[in-house]
């Protein structure tokens, strides 16, 4: 599949429309859009492209021009090369300088700043000291090393990171014993997915996930409430995305 017939595919299942519909609604063959998502066009021309991009309520240069989410850009994989070595290989560094609890949470603290502002080069440097430590905690560390984990998959998704990125996630997924830390992780995955255009399995998960994780009203307590509605927030918006009103070949 081409990048053209990629971003058509996923901004029409992001609608909720078949390929009928989006034929229908654009005025554009269904022919033409099937060959596009199948890879069998590499383009079409810009009137087809912007009668498509009108009904899927998205600039029409979003469907040309802008990178594609298929990995990650030129240089990313060397400056994360560090990166990828200490979730391989975890040392604890030199035992006269042994990490505490506290340092690794106040280390995580200064770097979620460089997350949010999207530094992902600076971030790139510090992870790996971060992994080592967290990793050097042992048990009475699994809370810091699964936030650890959970900045790791976030910037690895962001950077388009995607196969490292599933794995860390899933990592933390397995050693989570926390629900809320298992909701928070859960999110990101479903947000992995969907960047991906894996909508149904990110609808499958948060679906999954949100039976296991909402609590029942007889017996919630405030935080647990907060964790449904978590789950909710997720899989809903999953739902409204990949409904489709036309029969299963057409999705």
Known sequence: MTDVGKK????RKLSGLTQTELAESSGVSI?????LE?????????????ALALVLRVPTMSLVAEPSEDGPTPGTPEL????????VRPHGGSSDEAPTTHGVADAVATAVPYYRAHRFTELAAILPHLINDA????CEGRAERLRVLQLVAGALTHTRQFDLAEIVLRRAMDDATD????AATVNTLCWLLMR??????????AS???DELEPRISRATPTSCRLGACSCSTSLPLLSATTNRGSPQMR
Do not use: F, N
Not at 8 to 11: E, F, L, R, Y
Not at 38 to 50: H, I, N, P, S, V
């Open 135 to 138: 990793e050097a905690l042992g």
């Open 38 to 50: 199948q890879g069998e066009r590499d383009t079409a021309r810009m009137e087809t492209l912007r």
């Open 31 to 35: 022919s033409t859009i099937r060959k």
């Open 179 to 182: 629900r809320m830390v298992t």
């Open 196 to 205: 991906q255009g894996r909508l149904d399995e990110a609808l499958h998960t």
């Open 80 to 87: 994360w090369s560090p990166v990828r070595a200490a979730l």
């Open 208 to 210: 999954r996930w949100a």
């Open 8 to 11: 058509v595919k996923q901004a």
